[in-house]
């Protein structure tokens, strides 16, 4: 028995860390627990330390800092000369705010802002492309910090525009040392520029902080580098081969571009290890509707290993070939989640953060943190936790098919860190937290103005989110083998709260969508929100084989088959596949700021998987292949970079308020909307008079 136990081991070896082929990234996970620590940072490869290695053409210093006669401070805290600390001479400019002030301004998700603001006098600076500076944080126990850069131009072009979206610059620092700052600036406004500031946003403290945010500022220069950045369009820099950084899986389309002036025809793949020449292809031109570019392509190169790409002088860095490339990029990205995680001590991050944020029903207070903050501050939309959590739980069912058992385990454990989330904020009869908006480090005292008001956890009796979190606690259950007792429990949740909100849909349609503007998903279409409903059934189905499920499944789709435009357009291509928001076909599904475009193959692949013998099953494949063609065909739109584009728009959608609005956050009718509109429609692809891609 022992030795059919060891030749059942050979044959079916279980993968671990060690199988990756990274060997840096082997050891930083070994190093960090298997990312019990965030993984260190490597500098080596930011685009700030490229950016110091730019030829600089001409430098002219702005201001020395020796004097402060140009300079105005609006705002909390305050600015003076300090002899502390130098880089061009003896004094700079220190920048201060406190963590918390003595009072709220009661508006914004932070606490306010101190600015420095320096007088350009309106100069015309568009024969410089960067700007240089030096930046020392003195900011006890800041884990994290950054300072703002701030352009203000009154020429041509009005900088910020009216939606502040340009003009803006975070630049993330390291605290008690002098950092250099660049940042080029070769297509932003600046033939008229007024101020150029900076600025500290007081987002509270968090554990080790102190009572103060100090920044030192100097040498701030105007500069000409060689060969700027590329801001808006496909071509890229000069003398420049762009490739896939991740790698390329083995049997994949492995593709590469160059850009430069010298005559290259060939290009050559080597072998890192041994410098040895392993292929040799031909540099070929491509003209696409982007553009004129030259590619290499070595899909038929098929050997596992570290390589790098030369062609006359030009060289990449190194990158992978493998077939389980991707799985390099999932302990990456379970780097990033852990460091997202709220309500828990991330070392060198955080301590336990957002005790004190919480959510009132019935009469009872309670706790709110937990889960991953899912934007680019600390909120929390419990939706979005449930949508990781079910990610990381395919990622850990791939891993475990892969039998590489590091990973399992790993991205298993965080994937139930979420679902923790999601099973302590169901409250009962189809409520639960729905949201709460902050960029705040909270105090920690319950009812103070960090976590009241409108920072409040928001609790909805929503469908649509029922609908959602009854298919993922399904699917959690389904990838659950050793809680017998959390199983059982997901498996009751999970009917429930498809009960909860399928009472509520019976009772109000689609109009019981929560209006919530901190809540994103009301911009759901009801097409989507149909594909929602029949993809939980399907895992319901999938779980207690209650051949209820499969029919709701079933009877769902039927509306989302429907909102499909099956008919061509007059365009070349004679495209169709995509879906329309509702029935009435006047706006297509669009994702301007949140991506759920995969719901409706997700909803229909299970249908495919779980009922093969159903009556509609070729309309079900049908639909499927259908959106893959449409998928295939707008592709080719983006070559050779293979990306997806945003998609087939009508130009009449902005006469559908309702479905045009509800799908942008934030947006609101105005008298320039369907201008602004039909600008921006137009600088795209014509496929007819009334589409565009």
Known sequence: MRKLLFLFLIAFPFITVSSQIDEKLIYDIKNTGYIHRPLPLDHSKSYETFAATKKVLVSEMLCDMEDLSKWTHSGVGGMRLTSERSISGKRSLRLVAPTIPEKHPGWGLGMGTSMASFDVGGRNIEKFNR?????????????????????????????????????????????????????????????????????????????????????????????????????????????RIIFSTTGYGLNSEKTAIVQTNDNVSVFQLVDKSSSIVVYEGKVVPAKTPLGNFKVMDFTDFKTEGEYFIRTGKLETQPFYINKYIWENSAWRVINFVFVQRCGYPVPGKHGACHGDHHAEF???????????????????????????????????????????????????????????????????????????????????????????????????????????????????????????????????????????????????????????????????????????????????????????????????????????????????????GFFYRDLSRKSIVHYPHQSRDNVYMQALTEL??????????????????????????????????????????????????????????????????????????????????????
């Open 362 to 576: 019935n009469d009872k207070i309670f706790p709110v943190n937990g889960g991953w903050h899912d934007a680019a501050d600390m909120s929390q939309q419990a939706l979005q936790t449930g949508e990781v959590a079910f990610s990381l739980f395919e990622v850990a069912n791939r891993a475990k098919e892969n039998r590489n058992t590091d990973l399992y385990n790993r991205a298993l454990e965080e994937a139930l860190w979420g679902l923790d989330y999601i099973l302590k904020t169901r409250l009962g009869d189809g409520y639960r937290v729905h949201n709460w908006g902050t960029n705040l480090w909270t105090d920690g005292y319950l009812g103070t103005d960090d976590d009241g008001g409108w920072h409040k956890a928001g609790v909805h009796n929503s469908g649509f989110e029922n609908f959602l979190f009854a298919g993922i606690e399904a699917y959690a259950a389904l990838s659950i083998s050793h809680d017998d007792m959390l199983r059982g429990h997901l498996i009751k949740a999970a009917t429930e709260d498809f009960g909860f909100a399928l009472k509520r849909f019976e009772e109000l349609g689609y109009a019981e969508m929560v209006n919530d503007w901190a809540g994103h998903a009301y911009m759901a279409s009801e097409s989507q929100y149909m594909a929602t409903v029949s993809w939980a059934a399907s895992q319901i189905y999938r779980l207690t084989s209650d051949k209820y499920y499969a029919d709701k499944a079933a009877e769902f789709i039927q509306y989302v088959i429907k909102c499909q435009r099956t008919e061509a357009l007059k365009d070349k291509d004679k495209l169709s």
């Open 131 to 239: 700007v240089r500076l030096h930046i020392y944080p003195d900011c006890e126990g800041a884990r994290s910090i950054y300072l703002n850069l701030v352009f203000e131009n009154d020429g041509k072009i009005k900088v910020p525009d009216p939606y502040g979206r340009e003009g803006i610059h975070e630049m993330n620092l390291v605290n008690g040392m002098w950092n250099e700052c660049v940042v080029e600036i070769p297509e932003l406004a600046r033939d008229k520029v007024t101020k150029i500031s900076l600025a500290i946003e007081i987002f509270g403290r968090e554990q080790t902080m102190g009572d103060s945010l100090k920044f030192d500022i100097d040498a701030i220069e105007l500069q000409v580098v060689e060969k700027p950045e590329i801001v808006s369009g496909w071509k890229p820099a000069d003398d």
């Open 608 to 693: 495919c998987l779980t009922q093969p013998g159903h009556k509609d099953y070729s309309q079900w494949e049908n639909s499927v292949r259908l959106y893959g063609e449409y998928i295939k065909k707008i592709i080719k739109y983006v070559e050779p970079y293979g990306m997806l584009p945003s998609g087939v728009y009508n130009r009449n959608e902005i006469k559908d308020p309702e479905g045009f609005f509800r799908s942008q956050v934030g947006a609101r009718p105005g008298p320039d909307s369907e201008k602004s509109f039909t600008a921006q429609l137009e600088n795209g692809v014509k496929l007819d008079n009334d589409h565009y891609l």
